[in-house]
Antibody, heavy 118, light 109 residues
Framework: QVQLQESGPGVVKPSETLSLTCGVSNYSITRGYYWGWIRQPPGKGLEWIGNIHHSGNAHYNPSLKSRVTESVDTSKNQFSLRLSSVTAADTAIYFC???????????WGQGALVTVSS | QSALTQPPSASGSPGQSVTISCTGTSSDVGGYNYVSWYQQHPGKAPKLMIYEVNKRPSGVPDRFSGSKSGNTASLTVSGLQVEDEADYHCSSYAGSNTLVFGTGTKVTV
């Protein structure tokens, strides 16, 4: 069973950069598939952030593209998210997940709450 | 890229059926047969229930079914059970390697 686990600071100051890492277990990310980030503001719906392949090829939500960078570390079997210039609107639960066929997420991490606050 | 539109809530009694709509545009839902549905219980991660409009992953009960007409996709849960009470989110491929999610629907049993 593929397992994903998000990790990173739970609080980020406004205007700073949010950084999260997703560790993958029981599956090598170099075997294929894209790996994605999705967020959910408290009490609201899901928002797709972006996906990345182990080759480094990435696709981002146009509304966040200017602030998002995703990367992969194949030696640690993990991938990461950086979101710059954060504001209170970026407060959310951030999920990482495996993307299948480029269209659906079949395995998800448990989610990590990130609060933007001074 | 705007969020797909879902009703905020839906409800049904045990044993009944409930249908949730997911309305987009010809650039997403209407343009591709790549609509997915996710079930999310409070405090949990979403779970894939339907993909490619009407396909069920292994282990998902056949009480869950999906369909699409034009720019609107639908999820039907038949024979409602108490454990089906959850939030449901749709998503669609939106072209150019992008995805869009719906606004989410809370189903009460």
């Amino acid at each position: 069973q593929v397992q994903l686990q998000e990790s990173g600071p739970g609080v980020v100051k406004p205007s700073e950069t949010l950084s999260l890492t997703c560790g993958v277990s029981n599956y090598s990310i170099t075997r294929g598939y894209y790996w994605g980030w999705i967020r959910q503001p408290p009490g609201k719906g899901l928002e797709w952030i972006g996906n990345i392949h182990h080759s480094g090829n990435a696709h981002y939500n146009p509304s966040l593209k200017s602030r998002v960078t995703e990367s992969v570390d194949t030696s640690k079997n993990q991938f990461s998210l950086r979101l710059s210039s954060v504001t209170a609107a970026d407060t959310a639960i951030y999920f990482c997940a495996r993307l299948v066929a480029g269209t659906e997420f079949d395995f998800w991490g448990q989610g990590a709450l990130v609060t933007v606050s001074s | 890229q705007s969020a797909l539109t879902q009703p905020p809530s839906a409800s049904g009694s045990p044993g009944q059926s409930v249908t949730i709509s997911c309305t987009g545009t010809s650039s997403d839902v209407g343009g591709y047969n790549y609509v997915s549905w996710y079930q999310q219980h409070p405090g949990k991660a979403p779970k894939l229930m339907i993909y490619e409009v009407n396909k069920r992953p292994s282990g998902v009960p056949d009480r869950f079914s999906g369909s699409k007409s034009g720019n609107t996709a639908s999820l039907t849960v038949s024979g409602l059970q108490v454990e089906d009470e959850a939030d449901y989110h749709c998503s669609s491929y939106a072209g150019s390697n992008t995805l869009v999610f719906g606004t989410g629907t809370k189903v009460t049993v």
